[in-house]
């Protein structure tokens, strides 16, 4: 697969462009359940995480760019907080399995089922069933698996081949996934740096989508910390949220 990018922002448009190139082999291709249970086990021993980063946004169309600071908790299986802060701007976004709630500026901007799993959980101790649903989910062609070249390397691409189809691409030689995109979403991953005990983390992340460019570094990440599940209590959050400002 070869990748031809060129990114021009601060009053130029940013283009991508994904070009797939098949790869000729021989050789018998794994079933995208067990690139998934292979690139799962990898990570069957962290049970939290908590990450402090920078996002990096930019507004294509706008030729906008801002900068924020993000503090990321999450708990194997289905626990994710998000705390976002920059000038003018604060947000905390809870997901646990079950609903969401989205506060900005003091000001509850969602409530509801919504179900998410934020990509952090691909990092995480994780049941493969569910993963492999989550792809489902967003498109993804599970029955159908090839292999491919992406930056270089010879990697499984779980989807349909075709520019528009989602699809994930994972490294054969390690297991780690390197792009995923879907709908009007594309990530990559990159800057694998080894957290515990052979357990890699990707310290960059880009996301594009809907004409905004973000770009996730990693400052800090713990590991297997203990969590106050409270930080994931969607309905006393939200209760005390409404308290606030009805003060």
């Known amino acids: 697969m070869k990748i031809c990018k060129k990114s021009k922002h601060a009053g130029v448009v940013l283009l991508l462009v994904v070009i797939f190139c098949p790869f000729h082999a021989y050789s ?21 995480l908590k990450i402090k980063q920078m996002n990096r946004v930019v507004e294509i169309s706008q030729e906008s760019e801002n900068l924020f600071e993000n503090i990321i908790y999450a708990v194997s299986p289905d626990l994710h907080r998000s705390e976002i802060s920059g000038p003018m ?15 900005v500026n003091g000001i509850i901007t969602y409530s509801g089922n919504k179900k998410i799993l934020p990509h952090h959980f691909v990092f995480m ?15 993804i062609n599970i029955k159908k698996t090839t292999l491919t070249r992406y930056e270089g390397e010879i990697s499984y691409l779980i989807g349909d081949r075709n520019d528009a189809s989602p699809k994930l691409i994972v490294a054969k030689s390690s297991f780690l996934p390197l792009l995923l995109t879907y709908h009007s979403s594309l990530f990559i991953f990159s800057d694998y740096r080894d957290i515990m ?20 570094t990693v400052r800090d990440i713990s ?3 203990p969590l106050d599940l409270y930080l994931f209590d ?14």
Do not use: C, W
């Open 234 to 247: 969607v309905s006393v959050i939200k209760n005390r949220s409404q308290k606030d400002i009805s003060e």
């Open 223 to 225: 590991i297997n910390l």
């Open 197 to 216: 005990e052979n357990n890699f983390y990707p310290y960059k992340v880009l996301h594009l989508h809907n004409g905004i460019k973000e770009e996730y």
């Open 89 to 103: 701007h604060k947000s905390i976004q809870i997901n646990n399995g079950e609903s969401s709630l989205s506060i």
């Open 125 to 139: 101790d994780q049941d493969n069933q569910k993963i492999l649903n989550y792809l489902e989910d967003l498109g």
């Open 28 to 48: 018998y291709i794994i079933p995208a359940n067990q690139i998934i249970t292979l690139m799962s086990d990898r990570y069957s021993s962290v049970k939290t």
